[in-house]
Protein backbone atom coordinates (compact mmCIF):
# COMPACT_ATOMS: atom_id res chain seq x y z
CA UNK A 1 0.00 0.00 0.00
CA UNK A 2 1.24 3.35 -0.95
CA UNK A 3 2.05 5.92 1.35
CA UNK A 4 0.06 8.86 1.27
CA UNK A 5 2.41 11.23 0.26
CA UNK A 6 3.35 9.06 -2.55
CA UNK A 7 1.75 10.00 -5.85
CA UNK A 8 1.27 8.86 -9.99
CA UNK A 9 4.85 9.76 -11.71
CA UNK A 10 2.77 10.38 -14.94
CA UNK A 11 0.28 12.97 -13.45
CA UNK A 12 3.26 14.61 -11.28
CA UNK A 13 5.67 15.35 -14.05
CA UNK A 14 2.34 16.47 -16.29
CA UNK A 15 0.20 18.04 -14.05
CA UNK A 16 2.59 20.70 -11.89
CA UNK A 17 1.18 24.07 -11.76
CA UNK A 18 2.88 26.85 -13.56
CA UNK A 19 4.72 29.31 -10.60
CA UNK A 20 7.42 31.31 -11.94
CA UNK A 21 10.77 29.56 -11.82
CA UNK A 22 9.70 27.13 -10.01
CA UNK A 23 7.81 25.60 -12.98
CA UNK A 24 11.36 24.93 -14.74
CA UNK A 25 13.13 23.97 -11.85
CA UNK A 26 10.75 21.26 -10.86
CA UNK A 27 9.84 19.96 -14.02
CA UNK A 28 13.74 19.16 -15.07
CA UNK A 29 14.36 18.04 -11.41
CA UNK A 30 11.38 15.79 -11.21
CA UNK A 31 12.01 14.48 -15.05
CA UNK A 32 15.49 13.38 -13.85
CA UNK A 33 14.79 11.95 -10.64
CA UNK A 34 12.36 9.69 -12.57
CA UNK A 35 14.21 8.38 -15.42
CA UNK A 36 17.19 7.92 -12.70
CA UNK A 37 14.51 6.19 -9.87
CA UNK A 38 13.72 3.76 -13.47
CA UNK A 39 17.32 2.70 -13.83
CA UNK A 40 18.41 1.74 -10.13
CA UNK A 41 14.93 0.40 -9.42
CA UNK A 42 14.75 2.90 -5.94
CA UNK A 43 10.95 4.55 -4.89
CA UNK A 44 10.31 5.08 -1.06
CA UNK A 45 7.52 2.71 -1.75
CA UNK A 46 10.06 -0.49 -2.63
CA UNK A 47 12.47 0.45 -0.05
CA UNK A 48 10.30 1.59 2.93
CA UNK A 49 10.24 -1.88 4.98
CA UNK A 50 13.38 -2.39 4.70
CA UNK A 51 14.99 1.17 5.87
CA UNK A 52 12.45 1.21 8.63
CA UNK A 53 14.57 -2.25 9.62
CA UNK A 54 17.75 -1.12 9.58
CA UNK A 55 20.34 0.12 12.51
CA UNK A 56 20.75 3.83 12.74
CA UNK A 57 23.76 4.25 10.31
CA UNK A 58 22.77 2.04 8.11
CA UNK A 59 19.38 3.89 7.66
CA UNK A 60 20.40 7.48 7.52
CA UNK A 61 22.90 6.48 4.66
CA UNK A 62 20.78 4.91 2.53
CA UNK A 63 18.33 8.04 2.53
CA UNK A 64 21.11 9.39 -0.03
CA UNK A 65 19.81 6.34 -2.34
CA UNK A 66 16.60 7.42 -1.93
CA UNK A 67 14.17 10.21 -4.51
CA UNK A 68 11.54 11.73 -2.58
CA UNK A 69 10.18 12.77 -6.21
CA UNK A 70 6.99 11.40 -4.88
CA UNK A 71 5.99 14.22 -2.31
CA UNK A 72 3.21 15.84 -3.65
CA UNK A 73 3.16 20.10 -3.77
CA UNK A 74 7.09 19.60 -2.53
CA UNK A 75 9.61 18.46 -5.08
CA UNK A 76 12.18 17.17 -2.79
CA UNK A 77 16.11 16.51 -3.27
CA UNK A 78 18.21 14.64 -0.32
CA UNK A 79 22.04 16.59 -0.84
CA UNK A 80 23.89 14.98 2.45
CA UNK A 81 23.52 12.88 5.67
CA UNK A 82 25.49 11.72 8.23
CA UNK A 83 25.23 10.32 11.76
CA UNK A 84 26.04 12.95 14.74
CA UNK A 85 27.03 11.44 18.23
CA UNK A 86 25.13 11.99 21.43
CA UNK A 87 26.50 15.07 22.98
CA UNK A 88 25.03 16.13 26.78
CA UNK A 89 21.03 15.41 26.17
CA UNK A 90 21.11 15.21 22.66
CA UNK A 91 21.09 11.73 21.47
CA UNK A 92 22.82 10.70 18.19
CA UNK A 93 20.75 11.51 15.17
CA UNK A 94 20.64 11.30 11.64
CA UNK A 95 20.93 15.21 9.69
CA UNK A 96 19.26 15.33 6.72
CA UNK A 97 20.48 17.75 4.72
CA UNK A 98 18.30 19.17 1.30
CA UNK A 99 16.33 21.69 -0.53
CA UNK A 100 12.60 21.69 -1.90
CA UNK A 101 12.60 23.14 -5.41
CA UNK A 102 13.47 25.69 -6.16
CA UNK A 103 15.33 26.88 -3.35
CA UNK A 104 13.73 25.53 0.24
CA UNK A 105 16.87 24.73 2.21
CA UNK A 106 16.63 22.46 5.08
CA UNK A 107 17.91 20.21 7.44
CA UNK A 108 16.32 17.83 9.40
CA UNK A 109 17.31 15.99 12.42
CA UNK A 110 16.24 12.29 13.28
CA UNK A 111 17.11 10.75 16.86
CA UNK A 112 17.33 6.89 16.50
CA UNK A 113 14.22 4.57 16.62
CA UNK A 114 14.91 3.88 19.88
CA UNK A 115 14.89 7.25 21.26
CA UNK A 116 12.09 8.71 19.04
CA UNK A 117 8.98 9.79 20.53
CA UNK A 118 6.59 9.60 17.77
CA UNK A 119 6.83 13.23 16.95
CA UNK A 120 7.23 15.55 14.83
CA UNK A 121 8.86 19.42 15.21
CA UNK A 122 9.38 22.91 13.13
CA UNK A 123 11.85 25.28 14.74
CA UNK A 124 11.37 28.67 12.11
CA UNK A 125 14.39 30.63 12.01
CA UNK A 126 13.72 34.56 12.54
CA UNK A 127 14.38 37.63 10.34
CA UNK A 128 14.35 36.96 6.80
CA UNK A 129 15.53 33.48 7.48
CA UNK A 130 18.56 32.72 5.12
CA UNK A 131 19.96 30.21 7.39
CA UNK A 132 19.27 26.74 8.54
CA UNK A 133 21.46 26.80 11.81
CA UNK A 134 20.60 29.74 13.86
CA UNK A 135 17.47 27.64 14.90
CA UNK A 136 19.82 24.59 16.00
CA UNK A 137 19.45 25.25 19.86
CA UNK A 138 15.60 25.15 19.86
CA UNK A 139 16.13 21.75 17.47
CA UNK A 140 18.41 20.70 20.23
CA UNK A 141 15.63 21.12 23.24
CA UNK A 142 13.41 18.93 20.67
CA UNK A 143 15.93 16.41 19.91
CA UNK A 144 16.55 16.07 24.19
CA UNK A 145 12.84 15.36 24.27
CA UNK A 146 13.10 12.21 21.56
CA UNK A 147 11.77 15.06 18.65
CA UNK A 148 12.12 14.90 15.17
CA UNK A 149 13.62 18.30 14.32
CA UNK A 150 13.50 20.22 10.91
CA UNK A 151 14.07 23.82 10.55
CA UNK A 152 14.68 25.57 6.66
CA UNK A 153 15.94 29.09 5.38
CA UNK A 154 12.51 30.76 4.28
CA UNK A 155 13.50 29.83 0.64
CA UNK A 156 16.95 31.76 0.14
CA UNK A 157 20.72 31.40 1.75
CA UNK A 158 21.77 34.74 3.12
CA UNK A 159 22.16 37.05 6.77
CA UNK A 160 18.96 37.48 8.57
CA UNK A 161 19.42 41.07 8.61
CA UNK A 162 19.84 41.63 5.23
CA UNK A 163 17.27 41.55 2.30
CA UNK A 164 18.21 42.07 -1.02
CA UNK A 165 17.81 38.06 -2.28
CA UNK A 166 14.35 39.39 -2.25
CA UNK A 167 15.20 42.44 -4.86
CA UNK A 168 12.36 42.11 -7.61
CA UNK A 169 12.16 38.44 -7.21
CA UNK A 170 8.84 37.24 -6.23
CA UNK A 171 9.53 33.69 -6.23
CA UNK A 172 11.56 33.89 -2.98
CA UNK A 173 9.13 36.63 -1.55
CA UNK A 174 6.27 33.72 -1.44
CA UNK A 175 8.78 31.43 -0.20
CA UNK A 176 9.77 33.83 2.64
CA UNK A 177 6.19 34.82 3.24
CA UNK A 178 4.25 31.89 2.72
CA UNK A 179 5.41 28.74 1.04
CA UNK A 180 8.75 27.39 2.80
CA UNK A 181 8.45 26.78 5.90
CA UNK A 182 4.76 24.61 4.87
CA UNK A 183 6.67 22.82 1.74
CA UNK A 184 9.49 21.95 4.19
CA UNK A 185 7.14 20.54 6.54
CA UNK A 186 5.48 18.34 3.73
CA UNK A 187 8.81 17.30 3.01
CA UNK A 188 10.31 16.89 6.51
CA UNK A 189 7.04 14.89 7.56
CA UNK A 190 7.70 12.54 4.37
CA UNK A 191 11.62 11.56 4.90
CA UNK A 192 10.69 11.06 8.60
CA UNK A 193 7.57 8.94 7.93
CA UNK A 194 9.95 7.05 5.27
CA UNK A 195 13.00 6.94 7.65
CA UNK A 196 10.64 5.32 10.86
CA UNK A 197 8.57 3.38 8.67
CA UNK A 198 5.28 4.83 10.74
CA UNK A 199 4.15 8.38 10.45
CA UNK A 200 4.44 11.07 13.12
CA UNK A 201 1.64 10.65 15.94
CA UNK A 202 1.95 14.50 16.67
CA UNK A 203 3.37 17.70 15.14
CA UNK A 204 4.35 20.94 16.66
CA UNK A 205 6.24 24.38 15.28
CA UNK A 206 7.68 27.07 16.66
CA UNK A 207 9.41 30.36 16.03
CA UNK A 208 9.99 33.56 17.60
CA UNK A 209 10.08 37.18 15.20
CA UNK A 210 10.04 36.07 11.92
CA UNK A 211 9.94 32.42 13.09
CA UNK A 212 6.42 33.78 15.38
CA UNK A 213 5.29 35.03 11.90
CA UNK A 214 5.88 32.03 9.76
CA UNK A 215 4.19 30.19 13.25
CA UNK A 216 0.81 32.91 13.07
CA UNK A 217 0.72 31.98 9.08
CA UNK A 218 0.55 28.09 9.58
CA UNK A 219 -2.18 28.82 12.34
CA UNK A 220 -3.68 30.83 9.47
CA UNK A 221 -3.10 29.44 6.20
CA UNK A 222 -2.42 25.92 7.14
CA UNK A 223 -3.89 24.77 10.49
CA UNK A 224 -4.23 21.06 9.51
CA UNK A 225 -0.32 20.98 9.39
CA UNK A 226 0.63 21.01 13.44
CA UNK A 227 -1.53 20.05 16.99
CA UNK A 228 0.19 22.42 18.60
CA UNK A 229 1.63 25.76 17.42
CA UNK A 230 3.98 28.25 19.59
CA UNK A 231 4.57 31.83 18.12
CA UNK A 232 6.95 34.21 19.76
CA UNK A 233 7.24 37.64 19.66
CA UNK A 234 5.48 37.67 15.89
CA UNK A 235 6.52 39.98 13.73
CA UNK A 236 4.49 41.56 10.79
CA UNK A 237 7.09 42.84 8.04
CA UNK A 238 4.87 45.86 6.66
CA UNK A 239 3.67 46.69 10.02
CA UNK A 240 6.95 46.26 11.85
CA UNK A 241 9.06 47.97 8.58
CA UNK A 242 6.60 51.07 9.11
CA UNK A 243 7.33 51.10 12.61
CA UNK A 244 10.91 50.42 12.88
CA UNK A 245 11.56 53.18 9.78
CA UNK A 246 9.93 55.60 11.90
CA UNK A 247 11.79 55.43 15.02
CA UNK A 248 14.80 55.34 13.26
CA UNK A 249 13.81 58.37 11.73
CA UNK A 250 12.55 60.06 15.06
CA UNK A 251 16.19 59.02 16.76
CA UNK A 252 18.53 60.39 14.59
CA UNK A 253 19.19 63.72 13.03
CA UNK A 254 18.83 64.93 9.69
CA UNK A 255 22.89 63.53 9.21
CA UNK A 256 21.61 60.47 10.01
CA UNK A 257 23.47 60.20 13.48
CA UNK A 258 22.01 58.82 16.45
CA UNK A 259 20.38 61.15 18.56
CA UNK A 260 20.23 58.92 21.83
CA UNK A 261 24.22 57.60 23.18
CA UNK A 262 23.65 53.87 25.09
CA UNK A 263 23.61 56.34 28.64
CA UNK A 264 20.97 58.49 27.44
CA UNK A 265 18.44 55.57 26.84
CA UNK A 266 19.41 54.23 30.05
CA UNK A 267 18.22 56.95 31.90
CA UNK A 268 15.32 56.66 29.84
CA UNK A 269 14.27 53.32 30.45
CA UNK A 270 15.27 54.19 34.37
CA UNK A 271 12.45 56.93 33.73
CA UNK A 272 10.01 54.36 32.53
CA UNK A 273 10.49 52.07 35.08
CA UNK A 274 10.00 54.67 37.90
CA UNK A 275 6.71 55.58 36.58
CA UNK A 276 5.34 52.29 35.81
CA UNK A 277 7.27 49.28 38.37
CA UNK A 278 4.92 49.01 41.05
CA UNK A 279 1.41 49.14 39.53
CA UNK A 280 1.82 45.34 39.98
CA UNK A 281 2.26 45.78 43.69
CA UNK A 282 6.13 45.58 43.96
CA UNK A 283 9.13 47.70 42.96
CA UNK A 284 11.64 44.95 41.49
CA UNK A 285 12.55 47.02 38.23
CA UNK A 286 9.88 45.53 36.00
CA UNK A 287 7.25 46.80 34.44
CA UNK A 288 4.53 44.54 35.50
CA UNK A 289 1.83 46.39 32.97
CA UNK A 290 3.05 49.29 30.55
CA UNK A 291 -0.26 48.66 28.67
CA UNK A 292 -2.15 51.05 31.63
CA UNK A 293 0.98 53.00 32.28
CA UNK A 294 1.15 56.52 30.86
CA UNK A 295 4.90 58.55 30.97
CA UNK A 296 5.94 61.38 29.53
CA UNK A 297 9.78 61.30 28.99
CA UNK A 298 9.49 65.80 29.47
CA UNK A 299 10.23 65.07 33.37
CA UNK A 300 13.80 63.94 32.20
CA UNK A 301 14.57 67.07 30.87
CA UNK A 302 17.91 68.70 31.87
CA UNK A 303 17.92 71.19 34.76
CA UNK A 304 20.09 74.17 34.08
CA UNK A 305 23.65 73.34 33.75
CA UNK A 306 22.95 69.93 34.17
CA UNK A 307 24.99 67.53 31.62
CA UNK A 308 24.14 63.52 32.43
CA UNK A 309 21.50 61.79 33.77
CA UNK A 310 18.72 63.94 32.09
CA UNK A 311 17.55 64.12 28.52
CA UNK A 312 17.60 67.23 25.90
CA UNK A 313 14.43 68.72 24.81
CA UNK A 314 15.57 67.33 21.14
CA UNK A 315 15.80 63.56 22.86
CA UNK A 316 12.27 64.05 24.66
CA UNK A 317 10.86 65.22 21.32
CA UNK A 318 11.84 62.01 19.84
CA UNK A 319 11.32 59.34 22.68
CA UNK A 320 7.50 61.20 22.48
CA UNK A 321 7.82 60.53 18.75
CA UNK A 322 8.70 56.91 19.36
CA UNK A 323 6.15 56.18 22.08
CA UNK A 324 3.19 58.09 19.94
CA UNK A 325 3.66 56.26 17.13
CA UNK A 326 3.86 56.79 13.29
CA UNK A 327 1.59 58.96 12.42
CA UNK A 328 0.43 60.48 8.55
CA UNK A 329 1.26 64.43 7.65
CA UNK A 330 -1.91 65.00 9.35
CA UNK A 331 -1.51 63.67 12.09
CA UNK A 332 -3.38 60.38 11.57
CA UNK A 333 -1.78 57.52 13.61
CA UNK A 334 -0.98 54.91 11.38
CA UNK A 335 -0.06 51.67 13.42
CA UNK A 336 1.07 51.00 16.81
CA UNK A 337 3.62 52.68 18.77
CA UNK A 338 6.50 51.05 20.86
CA UNK A 339 5.54 49.79 24.00
CA UNK A 340 7.15 51.30 26.98
CA UNK A 341 9.63 49.50 28.59
CA UNK A 342 11.09 48.58 25.23
CA UNK A 343 14.19 51.67 25.28
CA UNK A 344 17.11 49.63 25.85
CA UNK A 345 16.79 47.36 22.74
CA UNK A 346 18.58 47.97 19.92
CA UNK A 347 15.63 48.50 17.14
CA UNK A 348 14.38 51.24 19.31
CA UNK A 349 16.49 53.32 17.39
CA UNK A 350 17.37 52.03 14.33
CA UNK A 351 18.65 48.53 14.65
CA UNK A 352 22.20 46.51 15.02
CA UNK A 353 23.45 48.67 12.18
CA UNK A 354 22.13 52.30 12.69
CA UNK A 355 19.20 53.40 10.20
CA UNK A 356 20.93 52.13 7.36
CA UNK A 357 19.27 48.52 9.12
CA UNK A 358 15.55 49.57 8.37
CA UNK A 359 16.37 50.54 4.99
CA UNK A 360 16.37 46.80 3.88
CA UNK A 361 12.63 45.68 3.58
CA UNK A 362 12.06 48.85 1.47
CA UNK A 363 14.57 48.94 -0.79
CA UNK A 364 13.87 45.06 -1.40
CA UNK A 365 10.96 43.92 -0.45
CA UNK A 366 8.04 46.56 0.16
CA UNK A 367 7.18 48.01 -3.00
CA UNK A 368 5.52 46.70 -6.33
CA UNK A 369 8.59 47.28 -7.99
CA UNK A 370 11.50 47.58 -5.37
CA UNK A 371 13.25 50.54 -5.34
CA UNK A 372 16.51 49.26 -5.32
CA UNK A 373 19.58 50.18 -3.54
CA UNK A 374 19.46 54.17 -4.11
CA UNK A 375 16.04 54.35 -2.00
CA UNK A 376 16.70 56.05 1.39
CA UNK A 377 14.97 56.24 4.60
CA UNK A 378 13.82 60.05 4.03
CA UNK A 379 12.35 59.08 0.90
CA UNK A 380 9.35 57.17 3.05
CA UNK A 381 6.09 59.17 2.35
CA UNK A 382 4.44 58.51 5.83
CA UNK A 383 1.56 59.92 4.22
CA UNK A 384 0.74 56.61 1.01
CA UNK A 385 3.60 54.14 0.75
CA UNK A 386 2.11 52.28 3.99
CA UNK A 387 -0.50 51.98 1.78
CA UNK A 388 1.77 51.29 -1.29
CA UNK A 389 3.22 48.51 0.51
CA UNK A 390 0.35 46.67 1.16
CA UNK A 391 -0.35 45.33 -2.37
CA UNK A 392 2.65 43.01 -1.96
CA UNK A 393 1.69 42.68 1.84
CA UNK A 394 -1.61 41.44 1.88
CA UNK A 395 -0.63 38.65 -0.93
CA UNK A 396 3.01 37.55 -0.04
CA UNK A 397 4.16 38.10 4.06
CA UNK A 398 0.91 39.22 5.98
CA UNK A 399 0.53 36.85 9.17
CA UNK A 400 -2.05 39.34 10.81
CA UNK A 401 -5.57 37.43 9.63
CA UNK A 402 -7.26 36.78 13.09
CA UNK A 403 -10.03 34.54 11.14
CA UNK A 404 -8.69 31.52 13.24
CA UNK A 405 -11.89 29.25 12.61
CA UNK A 406 -10.05 26.94 10.28
CA UNK A 407 -7.62 26.03 13.37
CA UNK A 408 -10.38 25.10 15.49
CA UNK A 409 -12.19 23.18 13.13
CA UNK A 410 -8.77 20.74 13.17
CA UNK A 411 -8.80 20.96 16.69
CA UNK A 412 -5.29 21.97 17.02
CA UNK A 413 -3.71 24.90 19.58
CA UNK A 414 -2.05 28.09 19.03
CA UNK A 415 -0.09 29.80 21.65
CA UNK A 416 1.46 33.38 21.28
CA UNK A 417 4.20 33.95 23.82
CA UNK A 418 4.70 38.02 23.87
CA UNK A 419 7.45 39.61 25.90
CA UNK A 420 6.58 43.23 27.23
CA UNK A 421 9.88 44.73 26.99
CA UNK A 422 10.21 43.70 23.10
CA UNK A 423 11.48 46.72 21.07
CA UNK A 424 12.49 44.66 18.47
CA UNK A 425 9.01 44.91 16.90
CA UNK A 426 5.85 47.09 16.98
CA UNK A 427 5.26 44.58 20.04
CA UNK A 428 3.44 44.05 22.43
CA UNK A 429 0.45 46.50 21.32
CA UNK A 430 0.44 45.12 17.87
CA UNK A 431 0.04 41.41 19.67
CA UNK A 432 -2.63 41.96 22.00
CA UNK A 433 -4.66 43.83 19.37
CA UNK A 434 -4.40 40.63 17.25
CA UNK A 435 -5.09 38.71 20.17
CA UNK A 436 -8.44 40.86 20.97
CA UNK A 437 -9.37 40.10 17.01
CA UNK A 438 -8.91 36.67 17.14
CA UNK A 439 -11.50 36.08 20.13
CA UNK A 440 -14.19 38.40 18.78
CA UNK A 441 -13.67 36.20 16.01
CA UNK A 442 -14.04 33.19 17.56
CA UNK A 443 -17.42 34.55 19.34
CA UNK A 444 -15.80 35.60 22.40
CA UNK A 445 -12.89 35.19 25.52
CA UNK A 446 -14.30 31.66 26.86
CA UNK A 447 -14.69 30.12 23.50
CA UNK A 448 -11.62 31.80 21.44
CA UNK A 449 -9.25 30.50 24.74
CA UNK A 450 -10.16 26.92 23.64
CA UNK A 451 -7.53 27.13 20.62
CA UNK A 452 -5.46 30.37 21.57
CA UNK A 453 -3.88 31.78 23.88
CA UNK A 454 -1.85 34.95 24.89
CA UNK A 455 0.78 35.17 27.25
CA UNK A 456 2.35 38.67 27.90
CA UNK A 457 5.56 38.39 30.52
CA UNK A 458 6.97 41.11 31.66
CA UNK A 459 10.48 42.40 31.13
CA UNK A 460 11.01 39.75 28.57
CA UNK A 461 12.69 41.22 25.34
CA UNK A 462 13.04 39.82 21.69
CA UNK A 463 13.50 36.36 21.90
CA UNK A 464 16.35 36.43 24.04
CA UNK A 465 16.02 37.17 28.07
CA UNK A 466 15.67 40.49 29.22
CA UNK A 467 15.23 41.34 33.21
CA UNK A 468 11.84 39.49 33.83
CA UNK A 469 11.05 35.72 34.10
CA UNK A 470 11.81 35.11 30.12
CA UNK A 471 12.04 31.14 30.19
CA UNK A 472 9.30 29.11 29.74
CA UNK A 473 8.65 25.74 29.04
CA UNK A 474 7.30 26.62 25.57
CA UNK A 475 6.77 22.74 24.06
CA UNK A 476 6.03 20.88 27.48
CA UNK A 477 3.30 23.65 27.60
CA UNK A 478 2.12 22.98 24.06
CA UNK A 479 2.11 19.34 24.45
CA UNK A 480 -0.08 19.50 27.71
CA UNK A 481 -2.62 21.18 26.20
CA UNK A 482 -2.91 19.08 23.26
CA UNK A 483 -1.85 16.02 24.35
CA UNK A 484 -3.42 16.07 27.58
CA UNK A 485 -6.31 18.80 27.49
CA UNK A 486 -4.44 20.87 29.52
CA UNK A 487 -4.78 24.19 28.92
CA UNK A 488 -2.57 26.82 30.46
CA UNK A 489 -4.33 28.46 32.42
CA UNK A 490 -1.17 29.51 33.97
CA UNK A 491 2.87 28.95 32.75
CA UNK A 492 5.71 29.54 35.23
CA UNK A 493 8.62 31.77 34.07
CA UNK A 494 12.01 31.54 35.35
CA UNK A 495 14.80 34.57 34.99
CA UNK A 496 18.39 32.85 34.55
CA UNK A 497 21.66 34.75 34.81
CA UNK A 498 23.89 34.65 32.11
CA UNK A 499 21.85 32.64 29.62
CA UNK A 500 22.22 34.76 26.31
CA UNK A 501 24.54 32.85 24.27
CA UNK A 502 26.25 33.07 21.65
CA UNK A 503 24.33 34.85 19.41
CA UNK A 504 26.41 33.32 16.08
CA UNK A 505 25.86 30.01 16.82
CA UNK A 506 21.61 30.72 16.77
CA UNK A 507 19.10 31.96 19.36
CA UNK A 508 19.66 30.62 23.17
CA UNK A 509 17.16 27.64 23.75
CA UNK A 510 17.25 29.10 27.89
CA UNK A 511 14.38 30.75 26.95
CA UNK A 512 11.98 27.67 25.58
CA UNK A 513 12.85 26.03 28.74
CA UNK A 514 12.61 26.24 32.34
CA UNK A 515 15.45 24.64 34.35
CA UNK A 516 15.29 21.58 35.96
CA UNK A 517 15.51 22.81 39.23
CA UNK A 518 13.82 26.00 39.93
CA UNK A 519 16.21 26.92 42.72
CA UNK A 520 18.78 27.43 40.67
CA UNK A 521 16.79 31.07 38.53
CA UNK A 522 17.30 34.20 40.18
CA UNK A 523 13.52 34.10 40.31
CA UNK A 524 9.71 33.00 39.37
CA UNK A 525 6.94 34.68 38.15
CA UNK A 526 3.41 33.36 37.06
CA UNK A 527 1.99 34.14 33.83
CA UNK A 528 -1.06 34.29 32.84
CA UNK A 529 -3.78 33.81 29.98
CA UNK A 530 -4.08 37.69 28.42
CA UNK A 531 -5.41 40.22 29.55
CA UNK A 532 -4.76 38.47 33.15
CA UNK A 533 -1.75 39.74 34.81
CA UNK A 534 0.26 38.54 37.65
CA UNK A 535 0.00 41.09 40.79
CA UNK A 536 2.15 40.31 44.27
CA UNK A 537 -0.10 39.26 46.80
CA UNK A 538 1.84 41.79 49.62
CA UNK A 539 3.36 38.80 51.44
CA UNK A 540 5.37 36.03 50.72
CA UNK A 541 9.47 35.61 48.93
CA UNK A 542 8.06 37.84 46.21
CA UNK A 543 11.35 35.72 44.09
CA UNK A 544 8.73 32.94 44.16
CA UNK A 545 6.14 32.34 41.69
CA UNK A 546 3.80 31.55 44.07
CA UNK A 547 3.85 34.64 46.12
CA UNK A 548 1.65 36.10 43.29
CA UNK A 549 -2.23 35.82 42.02
CA UNK A 550 -3.88 36.78 38.53
CA UNK A 551 -5.90 39.90 38.33
CA UNK A 552 -7.83 41.33 35.46
CA UNK A 553 -6.37 45.00 34.96
CA UNK A 554 -9.85 45.73 32.36
CA UNK A 555 -12.08 44.56 35.49
CA UNK A 556 -10.95 47.71 36.86
Same mark, same amino acid.
Given at each position: ???????????????????????????????????????????????????????? *????????????????????????????????????????????????????????????????????????????????????????????????????????????????????????????????????????????????????????????????????????????????????????????????????????????????????????????? *????? *????????????????????????????????????????????????????????????????????????????????????????????????????????????????????????????????????????????????????????????????????????????????????????????????????????????????????????????? *?????????????????????????????????????????????????????
Amino acid at each position: MKAAWVTDRARLVSGIPAVDVARSIALRLQAAIVIVAGIVGVTPVAAQTSAASQGP *AAACDALRNVEFEGIQDAVTQITATRVVGAEGEVPAHCRVEGYVAPNVGFVLRLPGKADWNGKFSHMAPGGYGGSTEVMAPWCDVALSRGYACITQNTGHWGVSSESVWAYNNLQAEFDYGIRAANVATIAGKAITEYFYGTAPERSYFMGCSGGGKQALVQAQRYPWNFDGIVAVEPSNPTITGVVQLWNALATHDSEGKPLFTTADLQVLHAGAVRQCD *ARDGL *ADGIIGDARGCRFDPAVLACKAGQTSGCLSNVQIEAARKVYGGPVTSTGRKIYFPTSLGGEMGSYFTGGPTGIDYKTQYWRYMGFTPDPGPNWMPRDFNFDVDWKRSMMKDAVLVASDNPDLRKLRTEGHKLMIIQGEEDSGLPGPLVTMDYYEMVEKILGGRVEAQKSARLFVIPGRSHCVGGVGAAAVDMLGTIESWVEQGQAPDMIIGAHMEGTLGNP *AKGLSSDFIRLPKDLSSAKFTRPHYPYPLRARYKGEGDPNDYRSFEAVDPDSK
